[in-house]
């Protein structure tokens, strides 16, 4: 048996990159897959279709998760569409603009945190309440970043936006342990895409020498542990940051 066979997963910003990774892989493993998109919903659908191509089953739900209502809808759809279940939801949507702290203003500061950390929380808040009530209860993963413990130049707010998702991960599995409901996180270190190495051929070369395990990252590398952390493999495992970084981490910094 599939690992996720009869699960009902949502997967925020799934059109492309690090979504697309961890959609295709939970549809592999036999999950039926809400693919939600805010504006990309070409490449969504295009996600949808791998799916439904490889026999899986699919749906593309549209929303801002910068809203707190539009995650509530979100949520709801996709439980809906489950016929009143969902069993697990990957937080991967989120933003990663480059600029310097000093000069950054309040408004540039807040957009990423909504993007990142404000849709977490509601999202998640409207999940768990799905969760809760459910035999099973279910999984939640949030995608932080090994940047939430080693900043990197000009990603001041993304960075503190990611740790502040890994302490929520953690908060809520505290609160939410009691109804079933797992949340734990995943953070990824540098993940290949088309055209990073012509775009940024210093960072890469960078990332290859200190690397251990000596290339870049693959979405389906991300999509690995969250399938990991949704499935009954990680019955017990709760309040965890699952690091995927090819052992960067492990380099000492002196």
């Known amino acids: 048996m599939s690992l996720l066979e009869g699960q ?4 925020t910003g799934a059109g492309g990159g690090i979504g697309r990774g961890i959609a295709l892989r939970f549809a592999e493993e036999g999950a039926a897959v809400a693919v939600h998109c805010r504006t990309a919903v070409q490449a969504a659908e295009e996600v949808a279709a791998r799916i439904r191509d490889s026999g899986g089953r699919t749906v593309v739900l549209q929303a801002d ?3 707190a209502d539009a995650c509530a809808r979100l949520v709801g759809e996709a439980a809906e569409w489950g016929g009143g279940r969902l ?3 990957v937080n991967n949507a989120g933003v990663q603009p480059v600029q310097a702290l000093p000069g950054m203003t309040a408004a540039e500061w ?3 945190v909504d993007a990142n950390l404000s849709g977490v929380f509601a999202c998640t808040q409207a999940a768990a309440e799905v969760m809760r009530g459910q035999d099973g209860g279910g999984s939640v993963t949030h995608i932080a970043s090994i940047e939430a413990r080693q900043p990197a130049p000009l990603h001041a707010h993304y960075s503190a936006s990611k740790a502040a998702v890994v302490m929520h991960a953690r908060a809520a599995a505290l609160e939410y342990g009691p ?7 995943v953070s990824p270190g540098l993940i290949d895409r088309a055209g990073l190495a012509e775009s940024w051929p210093e960072g890469v070369r960078r990332w290859l020498d200190a690397a251990p395990a000596g290339r870049l990252g693959r979405p389906e590398d991300v999509g690995d542990a969250c399938v990991f952390l ?3 493999l ?7 940051d699952l690091v995927v970084d090819g052992g960067v981490s492990a380099r000492p910094t002196w």
């Open 8 to 11: 009902i997963a949502l997967v």
């Open 65 to 67: 998760l910068t809203d």
């Open 87 to 89: 069993t697990a939801l």
């Open 110 to 112: 807040r957009a990423v």
């Open 179 to 185: 109804y079933g409901v797992r949340v734990n996180t």
């Open 230 to 232: 949704a499935s009954r």
């Open 234 to 240: 990680a019955s017990w495992v709760t309040g965890h």
